[in-house]
């Protein structure tokens, strides 16, 4: 379990290189951000490959009182994470496996995620559309960034938050699919002892793993944070949670380790 595999490393790598281009190209990585993270399916800004591009993006910047300062802690604790579960759980899978098991622990976290989001956010749509507001103009007026303060007499202001934020608020990150990760390390290293860098206590993977999905299940009903900044998509971390619990399920129920794909 000790080293680095190629895939693990060659992820580590996109990830870095997609960060340093968010930094360095376009105002406040502004081009790599339009571009490649994931934006809301009736924003103009939505491209279909940001399906898959936007978990290999990361927050970079994060607005100070001079103006902005770069933001690397999320990209950290996520490559450690990758780093660190990532190629224990290859070794078992076997390369091709695991890239599909990466991938779709990612794209799961997006469906979860962006599924909830989207439903939110139609419903709301069709509120104002009932009420005899016209679709195009209030799309139109979300895509300049804007709203209509008429929409209060229909819908309350946090409504109305959880409206525009649905719309405008891109989703960056390989949380989901470094979650479905974790769930692997865990049903496959189940004894493995991991501890906190803040609570040095060995625990073992079957205890630690659960207790933060339950930890990211508290912040989703709660809203409240506990490690983590308020922005993060917690849902999402879930989907990834779920999805890699399903495949690791089928695979093991399967005897995946008798058919690998690489063998």
Same mark, same amino acid.
């Given at each position: 379990?000790?080293?680095?595999?190629?895939?693990?490393?060659?992820?580590?790598?996109?990830?870095?290189?997609?960060?340093?281009? *968010?930094?360095?190209?376009?105002?406040?990585?502004t081009?790599f951000?339009?571009?490649?993270?994931?934006?809301?399916?009736?924003?103009?800004?939505?491209?279909?490959?940001?399906?898959?591009?936007?978990?290999?993006?990361?927050?970079?910047?994060?607005?100070?009182?001079?103006?902005?300062?770069?933001?690397?802690?999320?990209?950290?604790?996520?490559?450690?994470?990758?780093?660190?579960?990532? *190629?224990?759980?290859?070794?078992?899978?076997?390369?091709?496996?695991?890239?599909?098991?990466?991938?779709s622990?990612?794209?799961?976290?997006?469906?979860?995620?962006?599924?909830?989001?989207?439903?939110?956010?139609?419903?709301?749509?069709?509120?104002?559309?009932?009420s005899?507001?016209?679709?195009?103009?209030?799309?139109?007026?979300?895509?300049?960034?804007?709203?209509?303060?008429?929409?209060?007499?229909v819908?309350?202001?946090?409504?109305?938050?959880?409206?525009?934020?649905?719309?405008? *608020?891109?989703?960056?990150?390989?949380?989901?699919?470094?979650?479905?990760?974790?769930?692997?390390?865990?049903?496959?290293?189940?004894?493995?002892?991991?501890?906190?860098?803040?609570?040095?206590?060995?625990?073992?993977?079957?205890?630690?793993?659960?207790?933060?999905?339950?930890?990211?299940?508290?912040?989703?009903?709660?809203?409240?944070?506990?490690?983590?900044?308020?922005?993060?998509?917690?849902?999402?971390?879930?989907?990834?949670?779920?999805?890699?619990?399903?495949?690791?399920?089928?695979?093991?129920?399967?005897?995946?380790?008798?058919?690998?794909?690489?063998?």
């Amino acid at each position: 379990m000790r080293g680095i595999s190629d895939t693990v490393k060659h992820l580590l790598i996109i990830n870095v290189l997609f960060w340093i281009g *968010t930094l360095t190209i376009g105002q406040g990585g502004t081009i790599f951000t339009n571009l490649f993270a994931f934006h809301a399916p009736q924003n103009d800004m939505f491209k279909p490959w940001q399906v898959l591009t936007h978990m290999f993006m990361h927050a970079s910047y994060v607005p100070t009182a001079g103006g902005s300062t770069v933001y690397f802690q999320h990209i950290l604790f996520n490559m450690f994470a990758l780093w660190m579960f990532g *190629t224990p759980v290859e070794q078992q899978l076997g390369k091709k496996k695991f890239i599909f098991f990466y991938l779709s622990a990612g794209l799961g976290a997006l469906f979860i995620h962006a599924g909830y989001n989207y439903f939110q956010f139609n419903s709301i749509l069709n509120t104002l559309i009932e009420s005899g507001y016209d679709k195009s103009q209030i799309l139109a007026l979300l895509n300049e960034g804007k709203y209509d303060t008429r929409w209060l007499s229909v819908i309350n202001q946090d409504t109305l938050d959880t409206f525009v934020s649905n719309f405008l *608020t891109v989703l960056v990150g390989a949380s989901g699919a470094i979650m479905g990760v974790l769930v692997a390390f865990g049903m496959l290293f189940p004894n493995h002892k991991l501890m906190l860098i803040f609570l040095p206590i060995p625990i073992k993977a079957k205890y630690f793993i659960p207790a933060i999905i339950l930890m990211d299940l508290f912040s989703v009903l709660t809203g409240v944070s506990i490690f983590s900044p308020s922005n993060t998509a917690y849902l999402a971390h879930l989907g990834g949670a779920l999805f890699g619990f399903i495949m690791m399920w089928y695979w093991k129920k399967n005897s995946f380790n008798k058919h690998r794909w690489d063998r």
